[in-house]
């Protein structure tokens, strides 16, 4: 079993920057895949972005695609979500993720772990 405990949530205003960080329980952090997805008041949840277990490939959705970055410190058990130029449309809970198979998928079904959600908020 593994636990993802987010942080770095909050109130920022648009053109603002915020920093995820997720740490994980575990000792097989490094072999697994991470990510984060993200739900908005009234929408489905969606994926945001993703990271392998060594670093050493990432996949964006669009939406975020120049503006966020995801990485790691498997030193640490702990993955980040760095999000700059935030907008409005940004708002939402933030999820992380984590997944035994360590691959890439924008798929929830592909991830095994979830956190518990911290609340990002932009105001225009």
């Known amino acids: 079993q593994v636990h993802l405990v987010e942080s770095g949530g909050g109130l920022v205003q648009a053109g603002g920057s915020l920093r995820l960080s997720c740490e994980a329980s575990?000792?097989?952090?490094?072999?697994?895949?991470m990510g984060w997805f993200r739900q908005a008041p009234g929408k489905e949840r969606e994926f945001v972005a993703a990271?392998?277990?060594?670093?050493?490939?990432?996949y964006y959705a669009d939406s975020v695609k120049g503006r966020f970055t995801i990485s790691r410190d498997n030193a640490k058990n702990t993955a980040y979500l760095e999000m700059n130029n935030l907008k409005p449309e940004d708002t939402a809970v933030y999820y992380c993720?984590?997944?035994?198979?360590?691959?890439?998928?924008?798929?929830?079904?592909?991830?095994?772990?979830w956190g518990q959600g911290t609340q990002v908020t932009v105001s225009s």
């Open positions: 990271i392998t277990g060594s670093g050493g490939f990432t």
């Open positions: 575990g000792d097989t952090f490094s072999r697994s895949s």
């Open positions: 993720i984590s997944g035994v198979v360590d691959a890439l998928s924008p798929k929830e079904t592909n991830y095994d772990y």
